[in-house]
């Protein structure tokens, strides 16, 4: 690290968060919603006021037309959608070479908070539910090997049980769909 902190001898990767159409697709991939679908036409991620000029509004409720990869998103000029327009997705305005990248406390609560992720941590707690029954240690290595590809430690199982006895399933998806392990490249 004294020789190398930025990492420009590529001795380690740095972490790297995924894009916002990563994010929103691995989302609807875990909580089992993802339309796989290919072709058809787009999907809106806002609601459009028609009058003497169209408005755009942030949807806030989502259906099944909504579930598809976020590469079919009709892209709004100059509008970014309401939950991961935050993470530099850029508008359908713009030329993007390069794409920036930030961090910000409006990414997390954005995720944290956003109609979709309450949505898509109740889905996924009923998928749980259908796959692993009702045994809540069974969910948490189900959702563990949905969420990170991997099996959790003992002790991250006794925590994640302690945390869904107390707060409920749902809330617990909502943690899983933010930990970084979800949303960053190791």
Request: charged share 25%; aromatic share 10%.
């Amino acid at each position: 690290m004294k020789v190398d902190a930025a990492s420009r001898l590529l001795w380690r990767f740095p972490p790297r968060r995924l894009e916002a159409e990563g994010i929103r697709d691995s989302i609807l991939a875990v909580s089992g919603n993802l339309d796989r679908a290919t072709g058809g036409p787009s999907f809106f991620l806002h609601e459009v006021d028609r009058e003497n000029v169209y408005h755009y509004q942030p949807k806030e409720k989502f259906g099944p037309a909504e579930t598809r990869r976020m590469v079919y998103a009709f892209k709004v000029r100059m509008e970014q959608d309401g939950i991961f327009g935050s993470f530099d997705c850029p508008d359908g305005s713009l030329v993007m070479p390069k794409r920036s990248v930030s961090t910000t406390p409006l990414q997390a609560l954005n995720l944290f908070n956003s109609r979709f992720i309450l949505d898509q941590s109740e889905t996924f707690a009923a998928r749980l539910r259908k796959e692993s029954g009702d045994d809540i240690a069974a969910q948490v290595r189900q959702a563990w090997q949905l969420a990170f590809n991997r099996a959790p430690e003992k002790s991250e199982v006794k925590g994640a049980v302690e945390f869904a006895k107390a707060e409920g399933l749902p809330a617990f998806c909502r943690a899983v769909l933010n930990a970084n392990e979800f949303l960053f490249i190791p």
